[in-house]
């Protein structure tokens, strides 16, 4: 049973276009977050919600645009993509909003062409 | 600004060696401090999760610590074997709001 569980694992994509990658966990997790990983490796959130509601939004362009249709999902849509968005996307869920423990999906490797 | 910042970048050393990794943080008002491993290609794994009212956790041949006072945490592993080889990170958590270190890649030398 995968706690937390994103699609797809990986997508190649043209610049120019649209995708989505979708998360669900099965935790009973109050919050979940996306994370993106660049080719250094390096981890920045993105995005953060806590029962369906925005929480965190860094700098990310509106081109990325997070969707929760309930507590067990977080789904991110990305429009016009560009070639600096290839990364490996996470998602993580916690149980509640301000102390718990980051559970981990496997990521989401982005290529865009 | 790196909020939190992990040295050594790369550390490889020989089977049975006991080995500590260091994490630093700018921000003392931290509500946990967590370490996790990422296999290559793989996601994240929570290895131990320190709240801010504790100074250590310990499982199996990991222990981590933390002095929020000097803004540090470590992760010290004990007899280190191949299968430890891996990038460890640590984040700390404030608010609903993790920062991650680059992490330190470990490679154990059967």
């Known amino acids: 049973d995968t706690a937390v569980s994103q699609t797809p694992k990986y997508l190649v994509t043209q610049m120019g276009n649209d995708k989505s990658i979708k998360c669900e966990q099965n935790?009973?997790?109050?919050?979940m977050y996306w994370y993106k990983q660049d080719s250094k490796k390096f981890l920045k959130i993105m995005f953060s919600?806590?029962?369906?509601?925005?929480?965190i939004n860094e700098t990310v362009p509106n081109r990325f645009s997070p969707k929760s249709p309930d507590k067990a999902h977080l789904n991110l849509h990305i429009n016009s993509l560009e070639l600096g968005d290839s990364a490996v996307y996470f998602c993580a869920s916690s149980q509640r909003f301000d102390d718990g423990e980051l559970f981990f999906g496997e990521g989401s490797r982005l290529t865009v062409l | 600004k790196q909020e939190v910042t992990q040295i050594p970048a790369a550390l490889s050393v020989p089977e049975g060696e006991n080995l500590v990794l260091n994490c630093s943080f700018t921000d003392s008002a931290i509500y946990n401090l967590q370490w996790f491993r990422q296999d290559p290609g793989k996601g994240l794994t929570s290895l131990l999760l320190i709240q801010s009212s504790q100074r250590e956790q310990t499982s199996g041949r990991l222990n981590a610590s933390l002095d929020k006072s000097s803004g540090r945490s470590t992760l010290y592993i004990a007899a280190s074997q191949p299968g430890d080889s891996a990038t460890y990170l640590c984040a700390r958590g404030n608010n609903n709001d993790m920062r991650f270190g680059a992490g330190t890649r470990l490679t154990v030398k059967p």
């Open positions: 919600y806590n029962n369906k509601e925005l929480i």
């Open positions: 935790l009973g997790h109050d919050t």
